[in-house]
C-alpha cells in the first residue's frame, strides 16, 4: 500500500493518513489493522485517543467489532507532541474531538519523519464537517473514506443520524443514538425532523394565542 511514497528515499519524510466516514463505517477498524501491521514490522507505534472517549475502555481503542488496541487518552491535542518521541508511526482516532492544534501536531510529526494514521467522523449528525476533519484530510497525502451501510435502505451510508432530539454537538453513543444513513434516507429524516418541529411551533403559537385570548376576556 502507498508503494509510490518511497520513489526517492533520499528525500523521505513522514507523511498523514486519514480514514474518515460515518459511524460503523469500520475507521476504527481500519485504524487498528494499520497499526497492528506496524507493530507486527517492529516499528514504535504509539496510539492516541481523546480522553473523553471512554465508551469502550479507558485506554483502550476498541472498533464495534471488539479488536483493541492499547492507547494513550489525552486531554489536548499538544499532548501528543510531548508524548511522541521517538515514535515511527502514531495512530490518532476519534480526531473530531480534538481540538484545532491537531491538525499542527499531525503535520509537526510528518515533517520529523513519522507516518501520522488519523481516523474520524467527517461529518457530524447534521451533515456538517466536523471539527478538525476538513483541515487533517486537506493536508493529509492519503484519505480513505469508509462506508457503512444504510440501516433504512441498504445502500451505502455516509452518514450519522442522530435518533434522539438532543442538539449538543458532541454526544458519545452507539446504536441507541444513532444509525447510518445514505443520502436520501438522510435527506428524508432531516426533513421530517424539520416539518414536526414546524408543527411543534405552529401548536406552540396557537397555544399562546388561546391564552393572550382568554385573558383578554
Known amino acids: 500500500m502507498f508503494l509510490e511514497n518511497t520513489v526517492n528515499p533520499k528525500e523521505q519524510f513522514g507523511w498523514i493518513e486519514v480514514i474518515?466516514?460515518?459511524?460503523?463505517?469500520?475507521?476504527?477498524?481500519?485504524?487498528?489493522?494499520?497499526?497492528?501491521?506496524?507493530?507486527?514490522a517492529k516499528q514504535k507505534v504509539e496510539i492516541f485517543k481523546p480522553i473523553v472517549d471512554t465508551r469502550y475502555h479507558e485506554e483502550m481503542v476498541v472498533s464495534h467489532?471488539?479488536?483493541?488496541?492499547?492507547?494513550?487518552?489525552?486531554?489536548?491535542?499538544?499532548?501528543?507532541r510531548l508524548l511522541a518521541d521517538d515514535c515511527d508511526v502514531v495512530g490518532i482516532?476519534?480526531?473530531?474531538?480534538?481540538?484545532?492544534?491537531?491538525?499542527?501536531?499531525?503535520n509537526d510529526l510528518a515533517n520529523r519523519g513519522v507516518r501520522v494514521v488519523v481516523a474520524g467522523l467527517d461529518m457530524d449528525f447534521k451533515g456538517n464537517p466536523f471539527g478538525p476533519m476538513p483541515a487533517l484530510m486537506a493536508t493529509a497525502e492519503y484519505v480513505t473514506k469508509v462506508h457503512a451501510v444504510c440501516t433504512r435502505t441498504g445502500n451505502l451510508a455516509n452518514y450519522?443520524?442522530?435518533?434522539?432530539?438532543?442538539?449538543k454537538l458532541v454526544l458519545l453513543g452507539?446504536?441507541?443514538?444513532?444509525?447510518?444513513?445514505?443520502r436520501a434516507a438522510f435527506y428524508k429524516a432531516m426533513?421530517?425532523?424539520?416539518?414536526?418541529?414546524?408543527?411543534?411551533?405552529?401548536?406552540?403559537?396557537?397555544?399562546?394565542?388561546?391564552?393572550?385570548?382568554?385573558?383578554?376576556?
Request: overall charge negative; charged content about 35%.
Open 65 to 80: 467489532d471488539a479488536n483493541e488496541i492499547r492507547s494513550t487518552p489525552v486531554p489536548a491535542a499538544a499532548n501528543i
Open 191 to 217: 426533513l421530517r425532523e424539520k416539518i414536526n418541529q414546524m408543527d411543534v411551533e405552529s401548536e406552540e403559537v396557537d397555544a399562546k394565542k388561546k391564552n393572550a385570548n382568554g385573558q383578554g376576556r
Open 160 to 167: 450519522s443520524f442522530r435518533k434522539s432530539s438532543n442538539d
Open 93 to 106: 482516532d476519534e480526531a473530531q474531538f480534538f481540538d484545532d492544534e491537531i491538525v499542527t501536531v499531525c
Open 20 to 40: 474518515c466516514g460515518s459511524m460503523f463505517s469500520g475507521k476504527t477498524e481500519e485504524l487498528i489493522r494499520r497499526l497492528k501491521r506496524a507493530q507486527f
Open 174 to 182: 452507539e446504536t441507541e443514538e444513532y444509525e447510518p444513513l445514505s
